[in-house]
């Protein structure tokens, strides 16, 4: 399985071309700064390198540029990603010799199929291109044709741009037609447009990427939504509990009457118990002529009636005890009835948080939908930019065939003097192409 280093600051960039990645079926690496990806170098030695040119630490083109000088890693393929592709952009990956720079954003078929056109016709690129010793007109001439053909089978890819390796001769021979080139027409006017678009587009996704930060906002208050959600169902088995307890409370209040049944059994007791001492005293004191008599009898009788009052005094000290929990009972009632209102005002309290956790909810839920249907927008107009881009990368594709036959025709130039007119012609036709290129872009914003 491959071995992709992805390396970009943005975490979004990276989880997307991660997820498409893995699906093509590469195995991928991460890193968001320049010393990450030279980490991963030393760790492991991967197949290609797919790194931004703007990073905090070290930018794309550093990175290229180390690889390049390194001796171990000099073979790697390293393809850049940029917002912005213009001459700048394309000349300073030129000169860290860069493999392709993709425009960003990118679609997954492009990514992928630039990676597996890196990975499978490297070696044959390498090999079409001569060592800068044996460099000779011949060999130019091939090398020439070799990449037009590589550009003129890849011209579907509209989102990357192939940077051939120059060699010595090729450079020098670039250098002496500087003066030649200057005669061709003027198509700043062309470039000057192309950069304004290419503005618009690194505003819209400028847009897109404030719209990426706001849903990952969104999801952030969702899950402060889920956590509510949990905290209200806590509350919610906190009432249930406190309402178990409740209904344990009334089962013991509705326990009172009996004790207190049991209570008004213990006093009538207890009168009963004084009335029948009351009538033992006032027989007692009518016979006493008769217990004078009798006094073996009424000794037996006053023990018994010792033996009575004793119980009669237990059964008075039993009843103090039962009123004094009597009184414990009412002070629990009290207290109980103390407890419902206070659960009754938290209940309250609850229900009154759980309406405005509802109301809160709904606004979420509006804003979501409000969110959503801006997102539909955004996407709308990212196809509409798509569009706008297929156009450009065309019309670049076009300005790049035109630079090839220019740079062709002024090294036919060098090396045959004879044929001055038919390349002044050439020129011509090349100045009417670009015309046409002009008008053409014009009227394809006009209907844009």
């Excluded at 600051?9 to 690496?29: P, T």
């Excluded at 030279?38 to 905090?56: F, G």
């Excluded at 209940?347 to 409000?370: F, G, P, Q």
């Excluded at 539909?376 to 065939?401: F, H, N, T, Y």
């Amino acid at each position: 399985m491959p071995k992709i280093v992805v390396a970009d600051d943005s975490i979004a960039v990276r989880k997307v071309a991660e997820r498409l990645l893995i699906e093509a079926g590469f195995e991928v690496i991460l890193a968001a700064n320049g010393e990450e990806v030279l980490a991963a170098l030393e760790r492991e030695l991967p197949d290609l390198i797919v790194c931004d040119v703007i990073m905090p630490d070290k930018s794309g083109y550093e990175i290229c540029a180390i690889v390049r000088n390194h001796s171990h890693w000099a073979l790697i393929p390293v393809l850049l990603m940029s917002g912005i592709v213009n001459d700048e952009v394309m000349k300073q990956a030129q000169s860290c010799q860069a493999d392709g720079v993709l425009k960003k954003p990118f679609q997954g078929t492009s990514l992928k199929d630039k990676i597996l056109e890196l990975l499978q016709h490297k070696q044959h690129r390498m090999a079409m291109l001569p060592p800068p010793a044996e460099c000779n007109e011949g060999s130019l001439s091939v090398a020439a044709e070799s990449f037009e053909k590589d550009r003129s089978s890849h011209a579907g890819e509209v989102s990357v741009v192939v940077i051939p390796s120059q060699t010595d001769d090729q450079r020098s021979l670039s250098d002496g037609h500087q003066e030649e080139s200057r005669d061709v027409p003027d198509n700043s006017g062309v470039e000057r447009r192309l950069k304004e678009i290419e503005a618009l587009l690194g505003a819209e996704q400028a847009k897109a990427e404030n719209l990426a930060k706001r849903v990952a906002e969104l999801e952030q208050e969702v899950l402060v939504a889920r956590e509510t959600e949990r905290v209200l169902e806590e509350e919610r088995q906190r009432v249930r509990d406190l309402q178990s307890k409740v209904d344990g409370l009334q089962r013991e209040l509705s326990r009172i009457p009996e004790l207190e049944s049991l209570l008004r059994e213990a006093h009538e007791s207890a009168t009963t118990a004084r009335q029948e001492e009351a009538a033992a005293m006032k027989r007692a004191s009518e016979t006493i002529a008769q217990l004078e008599a009798t006094l073996q009898t009424e000794q037996a009788a006053a023990a018994l009636l010792v033996q009575q009052m004793t119980e009669l005094e237990q059964e008075a000290a039993r009843g103090k005890h039962a009123e004094a929990m009597l009184a414990t009972a009412q002070q629990q009632v009290a207290d109980l009835e103390q407890r419902i209102t206070e659960t009754e005002a938290a209940l309250s309290a609850t229900k009154t948080r759980l309406a405005e956790v509802e109301a809160e909810l709904e606004a979420e839920r509006r804003k979501t939908e409000d969110y959503e249907r801006r997102l539909s927008d955004l996407e709308a107009r990212a196809a509409k930019i798509q569009g706008l881009k297929v156009l450009l990368s065309a019309e670049r594709e076009r300005s790049a065939e035109i630079a090839q036959k220019l740079a062709e025709t002024e090294w036919i130039a060098m090396n045959a003097t004879k044929r001055l007119e038919e390349i002044g012609a050439k020129l011509r036709d090349i100045a009417s192409m670009t015309l046409e290129l002009s008008k053409g872009i014009g009227e394809r914003e006009s209907a844009a």
